[in-house]
């Protein structure tokens, strides 16, 4: 099967319970959700230009003194001057490429925000993840808007209040956009969890400001 027929696009995937497509209010919280936001000829080029280009790196967390290796490639874009620190790491970014720029002018207007980072996640397989955390660092500042952008395999992004428990699970599709807004980012943690299906790669991109 060649890269291009590779990506199903959207149709005939599962929903996803309780997200609707557009603007929704939760406790604490608010999403916009768009599964389609790139088509899906747009999205299989952007899906090969980013595998492709992106200088993705095997980056580590350091925890307790050992080095473990995230399960996941990752790579930072962004403005020369907004260093981002996070799970004990600091990255200088690197310098937009046109595809990002390219991305980034499409969501802006509809984030109805500015965005001077990005942060990138290669899932290789079904056993590359991310756990549960927050976009909450003190660089991103109080309510960040935070615009995940998505290609190539569907993954299912869980979200769980970190009071009352209560989950969301959203299908992350190829082309789809997620923006989260508002409180979100102080009550509801997220994660991609390890998946036992056999899955093909998928790139996720989350644009942020900082400050
Ligand atoms: O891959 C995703 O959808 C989530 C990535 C994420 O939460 C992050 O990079 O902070
Ligand atoms: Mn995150």
Same mark, same amino acid.
């Given at each position: ?47 090969q230009v980013l595998r492709k280009n992106i200088s993705w790196k095997q980056e ?10 995230f399960?996941r490639l990752t790579a930072w874009y962004g403005?020369q001057?907004?260093?981002y620190?996070?799970?004990?790491l600091?990255l200088k970014p690197q310098i937009w490429t046109n595809e990002l ?16 980072s990005v942060l990138l996640n290669l899932?290789r ?6 756990? =549960? ?54 009550? =509801? ?14 790139i996720?991109l ?6």
């Amino acid at each position: 099967m060649d890269q291009l027929n590779m990506f199903g696009g959207s149709k005939g995937e599962m929903p996803s319970p309780k997200i609707h497509v557009g603007i929704n209010k939760v406790a604490n919280g608010e999403f916009c959700f768009f599964p389609s936001f790139f088509n899906k000829l747009e999205s299989d080029d952007f899906f090969q230009v980013l595998r492709k280009n992106i200088s993705w790196k095997q980056e580590s967390m350091n925890m307790y003194g050992k080095k473990i290796p995230f399960p996941r490639l990752t790579a930072w874009y962004g403005d020369q001057d907004k260093p981002y620190s996070f799970s004990g790491l600091t990255l200088k970014p690197q310098i937009w490429t046109n595809e990002l720029l390219e991305i980034r002018a499409r969501i802006e207007p509809v984030a109805n925000v500015r965005f001077n980072s990005v942060l990138l996640n290669l899932y290789r397989s079904g056993n590359d993840s991310i756990s =549960w955390h927050t976009d909450a660092e003190k660089e991103l500042g109080i309510n960040p808007v935070i615009a995940s952008v998505n290609f190539g395999e569907t993954r299912t992004f869980q979200l769980r209040h970190i009071k009352t428990k209560e989950k969301i699970e959203i299908h992350l599709t190829h082309g789809s956009l997620l923006i989260m807004k508002g409180e979100t980012q102080h009550f =509801w943690q997220h994660q991609i969890p390890k998946t036992s299906k056999v899955v093909r790669e998928r790139i996720n991109l989350t644009f942020r400001f900082l400050i």
